[in-house]
């Protein structure tokens, strides 16, 4: 082989061991991005818990003596493990002592509401909670690993016997993937380990610690493409008022204010002023511009800031080493399962714990018992080896009773045993002592026979010792899309200018049209015959000879077009009614038959569907004989806006003039009121509340006994405390069961609502402290079941009364009849008669022999009777419905008189 092949095999062996850059990078970004993912910002599925989440727990626990360890102690021990810095490890430390589960904490540790930040390190304390200690670590059943250093040992994860990942949440940023895993609340958590372990699948919904209303409906069980919609708790306090008293989560109440702010200065909503009175509970209060709808604004406050915020969960965690996209569902039936394994790693440790404290127990009871430690053999073995095989010897009989193999080990134990401690052997205690173990193993026996029972009652026992105070916070919601066009604040001014045909807001010396909103859309009529919508804008070219200009509201039924106009090509004049429900934006559309010269003759905007009376004025001709007639256009069909419409007249049209103003041809709107949106609709959701129309009214009462009249625009918002809610009837009477705080008597009353200004709220019981509304009913005759104590009965007495005939119908302010003489127990409504004829009086609930001796109280049924005979012939006509003969008795003793299952009255 010659040098030039020598020098070509080297150069190739050379390139053979030649990694191009491009691999090392994309090897140098895949160890990158393993590591992050791994050792960074995914928590693992079995702990919940990042590593620095992971190791500052392990150091806590490290640590632990029962006292408060101040935060820069704990990070400093917390760097044998985390070789990241003490910045992270304390931010860690927060997040992990802000959510009050792990963590005990003293000092200022931020709020998480304010997005107020924590004192320095320095300043504050922490310590682990009972529940972490009795949760989160166990050294026998935890996987260790050598720390970064190899200097100390670290859990590879910690053996949590809970869905702690579930309940703290996790977020976090690697290469490549994120996750996102929402709050849940504690005892829905384990509520649903419970059914796990039964058997059932479980199904999650988050709860957040600023609390708040949510809409999971979305919610994916958590997974990528799943979403939650969560709004702040906005109350209405006057019609001036409004307090935020809690925030979504992942706001703060300063990120919040400044959303607000800024939607008030690009005017979608107006405020005079907002304060923040926030201290241990949010308290933002909003204080309105005069005139400003409060109902309007809350939905503006939902569609424009803050007060409502879309969160995008995405459910990663480590599994096997890797990362893995579950749901919440099988993330709890993953951390259910691991505990009941935890649970059962532990059982087999006590249970082997206790076989070798018996093991041993037997082994000494049996070597003294025996007298071993006297045997020759050996107290003469010179070494350990020999004593061993003598033993052994020795023990061989007694091999069978025990559970292994006795090992040199055990010996070494044996005798290591002082002389004192054989001599003062006690056998009778040391069966006692053996006897508990005995039985205690065979409790935890049993356990492992039964786990899932054990881990059933371990999930118990965890829900009654740390449960307290920890009911859930977010109230779960269904919400309704809140339009922002249609809560937009009127912001901008619309004008026109029909002659050049440009609308918009730029144009302030022209027509002035109405107050909008920059986000509406404007429909615009041209003499042409033509329409089209676009977009509010500055100033737009949409046509010459504009005939009519407005907000156009998508969808309306209501807004009805009247039109004539006159066919370019025939010259015939057509009638047409019509509305515009759904277009294209910037699109024209044709109302005529579409041929040049087409002209709209005349034309009208009708907000509730009025038809007017119109004058029609021909040209005159030569076969004309009837120039001038009416047209109703309530005699017209309300018809799609493509139609042709109805012949006026085949002659030309000289002038068209309005001869009287219409009314209504729609029929009243029909409203329910939705219970789970608690919003009224078209849709024919929840509780029908009738038709509507012009000055009609609805008619709310709340829980404390206030009342309110309010329009049925389908913008209002209803208090969570309302009771009733009706179309309002002004003769309508309604009856209501009170009690005066004063005397604390239960009083009933009758009555009409008076016909109050819209948004006035009043009170229909007294204002004493104390006082409470009990039954309130519309219907014309409700019944209610009473119990009350008469004297000094132990057990309360109950009858059926009709409410309408304790009292006529008074006034709205009147404190009405007492309602019974007697105390009180309850007081419940079991019917309604909606019928004014007189009711069926209830059946008593008085058994007739208790009646006949309350009877005889009263001094003038006090008489005698002559023969009992007589006393069964007054029974029997009165079983039998007949007219008896009069008698006079007098029962002395009330035991002596019976009552059989027909109702016949007899002696003893």
């Known amino acids: ?56 727990l392990h150091s806590l626990k490290e640590m632990d003596d029962g006292r408060f360890n101040k935060a820069a102690n704990v990070i400093g021990n917390t760097m044998k493990y985390h070789p990241h810095g003490d910045a992270s490890i304390g931010d860690a430390m927060v997040q992990i002592g802000q959510k009050n589960l792990l963590i005990d904490t003293q000092g200022n540790w931020g709020n998480p509401e304010t997005g107020d930040s924590a004192a320095a390190p320095r300043y504050i304390e922490a310590r682990l909670s009972k529940f972490a200690n009795d949760v989160v670590f166990n050294p026998d059943t935890t996987e260790w690993q050598s720390s970064y250093d190899g200097r100390n040992r670290e859990p590879v994860t910690l053996p949590v016997k809970f869905p702690l990942l579930l309940a703290q949440g996790a977020e976090g940023i690697a290469v490549g993937l994120a996750t996102k895993i929402l709050p849940h609340n504690i005892l829905e958590l384990i509520d649903a380990s419970i059914e796990v372990l039964r058997g059932n699948r479980p199904n999650l919904l988050p709860d957040f610690p600023t609390g708040g209303m949510a809409d999971c409906s979305n919610y994916n069980e958590g997974q990528r493409g799943g979403k939650v919609r969560v709004r702040a708790r906005i109350l209405e306090r006057d019609k001036k008022t409004l307090a935020i008293t809690q925030i979504p989560f992942s706001t703060t109440t300063g990120s919040l204010i400044d959303s607000i702010i800024a939607a008030n200065d690009k005017g979608k909503i107006k405020i005079k002023k907002i304060e923040d009175n926030t201290a241990r509970d949010v308290e933002i209060i909003i204080h309105l511009a005069p005139g400003i709808s409060p109902d309007v604004t809350i939905d503006a406050l939902y569609a424009f800031t803050d ?15 890797k990362p893995h996209f579950m749901s919440v569902n099988d993330i709890l039936i993953e951390n259910t399962e691991n505990t009941r394994e935890l649970l059962k790693r532990e059982l087999e440790i006590r249970l082997n714990e206790l076989k070798e404290k018996i093991f041993f127990s037997s082994l000494l009871k049996i070597f003294i018992q025996e007298g071993m430690y006297k045997n020759p053999e050996y107290e003469n073995s010179g070494n350990f080896e020999t004593v061993v095989q003598v033993l052994n010897t020795l023990f061989e009989p007694f091999f069978p009773q025990f559970y292994r193999t006795i090992l040199p080990e055990d010996y070494k134990k044996l005798i290591d045993k002082p002389m004192s401690s054989i001599t003062r052997f006690d056998v009778k205690k040391a069966d006692e002592q053996m006897k508990v173990l005995e039985d205690e193993i065979k409790e935890v026996t049993y356990h492992l026979k039964h786990l899932t029972d054990y881990t059933i009652a371990w999930f118990e026992k965890i829900r009654e010792k740390y449960g307290k105070d920890r009911e859930r916070k977010t109230e779960l919601r269904t919400f ?13 001014k619309l004008y026109v200018n029909r002659e050049e045909g440009f609308i918009g807001s730029g144009l302030k010396k022209d027509e002035f049209v109405c107050d909008c909103s920059d986000l509406d859309e404007i429909i615009i009529f041209r003499e042409d015959g033509r329409f089209l919508v676009t977009k509010m804008q500055d100033k737009v070219f949409v046509g010459k000879s504009i005939l009519h200009v407005a907000v156009f509201k998508k969808g309306d039924e209501r807004t009805v077009y009247n039109m004539i106009y006159k066919d370019g090509e025939s010259g015939t004049s057509y009638i047409k009614r019509f509305s515009v429900l759904g277009v294209t934006r910037d699109k024209e559309y044709d109302l005529t038959k579409g041929t040049k010269g087409s002209k709209t003759l005349y034309f009208t905007a009708n907000p509730n569907g009025e038809a007017e009376v119109v004058s029609v004025q021909l040209k005159p001709h030569s076969k004309l004989k009837k120039l001038h007639f009416d047209i109703d256009f309530a005699e017209i069909a309300i018809k799609g806006r493509s139609s042709m419409g109805n012949i ?44 509507f129309d012009g000055p009609d009214k609805i008619l709310t009462v709340l829980s404390t006994g206030v009342y309110e009249l309010t329009s049925f625009d389908l913008t209002n918002h209803f208090d969570d405390k309302m009771v009733l809610i009706e179309k309002y009837e002004p003769e309508k009477v309604y009856t209501v069961v009170h009690i005066d705080g004063k005397s604390k008597n239960y009083y009933v009353k009758r009555f009409t609502f008076d016909d109050l200004a819209i948004g006035k709220q009043t009170s229909i019981i007294n204002e004493e402290p104390g006082s409470k509304m009990v039954i309130i009913s519309g219907a014309a005759q409700p019944v209610v079941q009473l119990d009350v104590l008469k004297g000094k009965a132990l057990t309360p007495e109950s009858s059926e009364v009709n409410l309408a005939d304790l009292i006529d119908v008074k006034g709205m302010k009147a404190q009405g009849n007492k309602l019974t003489p007697h105390d009180v127990k309850k007081v419940e409504l079991i019917a309604e008669h909606d019928d004014e004829e007189d009711v069926p009086d209830p059946v008593p609930e008085t058994p007739l022999k208790e009646a006949v001796i309350a009877e005889k109280k009263d001094a003038e049924a006090e008489k005698e009777i002559s023969a009992p005979d007589e006393l069964d012939e007054l029974a029997r006509a009165a079983t039998e419905k007949k007219p008896a003969k009069e008698v006079d008795f007098e029962i002395t003793n009330p035991d002596d008189v019976d009552i059989d299952d027909k109702g016949q009255l007899g002696l003893f």
Request: aromatic share 8%; hydrophobic share 35%; net charge neutral.
């Open 1 to 56: 082989m010659n040098d030039e092949s020598v020098q070509n095999n080297e150069s190739n062996d050379k390139l053979q061991n030649v990694t191009p850059i491009n691999g090392l990078y994309e090897n140098w970004f895949l160890d990158y991005a393993s590591y992050v993912i791994l050792d960074r910002a995914v928590p693992h599925v079995n702990d919940g818990l990042k590593p620095v989440q992971r190791r500052i």
């Open 480 to 492: 309704d899309k809140v339009e922002a066009a249609q809560v937009a604040l009127a912001n901008v």
């Open 307 to 321: 007060c409502e915020v879309s969160i995008s969960p995405n459910t990663c965690v480590i599994r096997d080493d």
């Open 648 to 691: 006026v007249s085949k002659y030309p049209v000289k002038k068209i003039t309005l001869k009287s103003k219409g009314v209504s041809t729609l029929a009243g709107r029909k409203i329910w009121f939705d219970d789970v949106l608690r919003r009224l609709n078209v849709d024919g959701r929840g509780k029908y509340l009738g038709e």
